[in-house]
């Protein structure tokens, strides 16, 4: 079974970026879909984006533009390159492989 592990998560002013790390446990050859999520406090999950096997990725409307997914097959990782941080972009990130779930990396933005 593949374990997604996040990493990369901090503190950034507004403005700045971050790179967040998936690195499954196992190979994800087979995995169609891997997809980053989020959740503000108080707020629901809500979806970022997502790349498929073919190299595609898809992305929400509040982050298109600056949030870019990209995937190391040889390492069984994704990963999810943010720049011009908003405030409003503070949540726990999250990686999902197929139907797994990371336990999360907290990002904060400040003003």
């Known amino acids: 079974q593949v374990q997604p592990v996040e990493s990369g998560g901090g503190l950034v002013q507004a403005g700045g970026s971050l790179r967040l790390s998936c690195e499954a446990s196992?190979?994800?050859?087979?995995?169609?879909?891997m997809g980053w999520y989020r959740q503000a406090p108080g707020q629901e999950r809500e979806w970022v984006g997502r790349i498929i096997s073919s190299g595609a990725t898809m992305y929400a409307d509040s982050v298109r533009g600056r949030f870019t997914i990209s995937r190391d097959k040889f390492k069984n990782t994704i990963y999810l390159q943010m720049n011009n941080l908003k405030p409003e972009d503070t949540a726990v990130y999250y990686c999902?492989?197929?139907?797994?779930w990371g336990q999360g990396t907290q990002v904060t933005v400040s003003s």
């Open positions: 999902k492989v197929g139907d797994i």
């Open positions: 196992a190979s994800t050859y087979s995995v169609n879909a």
